[in-house]
């Protein structure tokens, strides 16, 4: 890998861990052009792809986005919760839940090769300010 590779890697990192909530390839390279201003669209990708695959971000497939991973151990899937009102995502694991759901999987001959759970709902800050209405 580039040192050109790596440096825009860190860059996205960066710009997705200040982030509360997910962001898109295209709003992270708008992000990015403030101060890399001939930055493209494949760069943004191949450094998503690259940091997707290494389990230092999320994809969230219902959104078509991404998040910084928050948990160090990439062989346990996440539990992605994602807020409806206010955008953001809670990032947990249950390794026994992930582990009956391969099983259940399995049990058609299907061997799941990684887990994406996302749940959408209401975050508790959202959730509390909804109650007081």
């Known amino acids: 890998m580039s040192d050109r ?3 825009t890697q860190a860059a996205v ?11 898109s390839a ?3 390279l708008d992000e990015l052009r403030t101060t890399k201003p001939t930055i493209s669209a494949p760069t943004i990708y191949r ?7 290494c389990g230092q971000v999320h994809r969230l497939e219902s959104l078509n986005a ?6 160090s151990d990439r062989d346990q899937g996440s539990i992605l919760s994602i ?4 955008g953001a995502v809670e990032e947990s694991v249950a390794p026994d839940l992930l582990a009956e759901l391969s099983k259940v999987a399995g049990q058609s001959g299907f061997a799941a090769l990684r887990h994406v ?8 800050s959202c959730n509390r300010g909804g109650a007081q209405a």
Do not use: N, P, W
């Open 26 to 28: 295209y709003t992270l």
């Open 47 to 53: 450094a998503l792809a690259a940091l997707t695959e």
């Open 117 to 124: 759970v996302e749940i959408h709902g209401q975050c508790a």
């Open 83 to 86: 807020c409806d009102d206010c």
């Open 13 to 23: 990192l960066s710009v997705l861990r200040g982030q509360r909530g997910a962001m």
């Open 66 to 71: 991404f998040i910084a991973c928050k948990d």
């Open 5 to 7: 590779s790596k440096k």
